[in-house]
């Protein structure tokens, strides 16, 4: 048990799913998962633990943004022993040929956040994906013949901004869209050895203030888990 997780010593598997919102964590366990079982409440943060096609996985709650996530990642990799963890969210597309519902694996995190700032004595440290489940994951989404994105990401400490000028400034680099926690989970899977990696949902487009519906983000959220789901159970 650590301080934030309820779990006992073998309750939480090595492979692990992180969606932001707690009710995701519930909803893959209910849908995907056999023997699915809750081994956490604490701060009504769930996580569960079941079977996908013969393998243990554990799909964990993380809440919004880098603190957040920093928490949850430090607990299950130090106290857990959690050694391939999956980000499943969504995020602002930044580029006119990205659509809603449309799959970003990133490949790498640009942000404004000064995690990495702290942590390298004001060096700019640039985190990124494991290779090897960014390959398995990209094969997996080609196979479901669902449109996917390789790239350059933006990870915000902000939701709500009183300027877009930094986002257009990342925008003329490329860079695809912008979420909120993927900086933390690569650079902590950077520190402890262990692989990660942000499977993203477009769920809006900021250039045309498109956004999901309530139906839409649901069907778009079962190709993503289905895809997050089949790479982390590969070898």
Do not use: W
Not at 42 to 61: C, H, I, L
Not at 85 to 93: D, K, N, P, Q, S
């Amino acid at each position: 048990m650590s301080v934030h997780l309820g779990a006992k010593n073998g309750e939480i598997a090595e492979r692990v799913l992180l969606p932001g919102d707690p009710l995701r964590a519930k909803f893959v366990a209910e849908h995907f998962l056999d023997e699915a079982y809750c081994y956490n409440e604490v701060r009504g943060m769930y996580g569960y633990t079941g079977m996908y096609k013969g393998v243990a996985v554990s799909v964990q709650g993380t809440g919004m943004g880098n603190p957040s996530m920093s928490i949850y990642v430090s607990e299950l990799i130090n106290d857990y022993g959690a050694k391939k963890l999956i980000r499943i969210g969504t995020c602002g597309a930044m580029q006119k040929e990205l659509n809603i519902r449309d799959i970003i694996l990133a490949q790498a995190v640009s942000s404004d956040s000064n995690l990495t700032e702290k942590i390298f004595y004001g060096c700019n440290y640039a985190p990124t994906a494991d290779f090897s489940l960014l390959l398995k994951a990209y094969q997996q989404a080609q196979a479901k013949q669902v449109n996917v994105f390789v790239g350059n990401i933006y990870n915000s400490d902000e939701f709500y901004r009183e300027t877009l000028d930094r986002l257009h400034k990342f925008m003329d680099f490329g860079v695809l869209a912008v979420e909120m926690e993927s900086t933390s989970l690569y650079t902590l899977a950077a520190k402890y050895g262990v692989q990660a990696l942000s499977i993203l949902t477009v769920g809006s487009q900021l250039l045309t203030n498109e956004r999901l519906t309530h139906k839409e983000s649901e069907q778009s959220f079962y190709e993503m888990v289905e895809i997050a789901l089949n790479t982390v159970i590969g070898d």
